[in-house]
């Protein structure tokens, strides 16, 4: 086996020291960063709520897939959404009807951007799972049922496209990535709520 000159050695173990000692503090920057921004949404929401007096009640959910929370804020029975866009709490211009959801309840699965909501329409109830992407609520997949045998009347895509109920099922598996269903708990909109619950 060839020796390896001393001078060469060390240069070589100085240079594997460099790098790691390098290395090794870039990655504390990102988790740091990713709690700033927490902090900043949280921030901002809790402004946006103190100065929005319609909505009653609020609550932050985890939604899509970052450590930033997203804003619910309920008015009655109607539920908007807003999430922490490039610095700006930004409204989706997306609501929520609890009256058509399950129980009442917001259903939401946990850091897929997926939402699921009811709705009626045209003597039909509906059945959606829209999608949060890029500060945006999406459509991806909903379904018709007749309000009167609560059979299905049709299952479609976000393009308006019939599919089966078997491709319904699978693309709800595929865009909730097989999660179950977590329900969003509400707080009083108030000093005391937000300061409790807003943070």
Do not use: W
Request: charged share 25%; glycine share 6%; net charge positive.
């Amino acid at each position: 086996m060839p020796k390896v000159p001393i001078k060469k050695f060390v240069s070589i173990i100085l240079s594997i020291v460099m790098m790691f000692s390098i290395s090794v503090p870039l990655s504390a920057p990102t988790v740091a960063d990713a709690a700033s921004k927490r902090a900043k949404a949280v921030k901002a929401y809790k402004k946006f709520l103190k100065n929005k007096t319609e909505y009653s009640q609020f609550s932050l959910i985890y939604l899509d897939n970052n450590n930033v929370p997203e804003l619910l804020a309920k008015s009655g029975d109607m539920v908007s959404i807003l999430t922490y866009y490039k610095g700006k709490v930004k409204d989706t211009y997306y609501v929520s009807n609890l009256m058509y959801t399950a129980k009442g309840k917001f259903d939401y699965y946990k850091k897929t951007g997926v939402i699921r909501r009811g709705g009626v329409s045209d003597g039909y109830s509906t059945l959606g799972y829209p999608k949060l992407s890029k500060g945006k609520m999406k459509s991806t997949v909903y379904a018709f049922y007749d309000m009167r045998t609560g059979k299905a009347k049709a299952y479609y895509k976000a393009n308006n496209k019939k599919i089966s109920k078997s491709k319904f099922k699978s693309l709800i598996k595929k865009n909730t990535k097989g999660k179950k269903v977590s329900h969003a708990k509400f707080h009083s909109n108030t000093n005391s709520g937000r300061k409790k619950f807003c943070k």
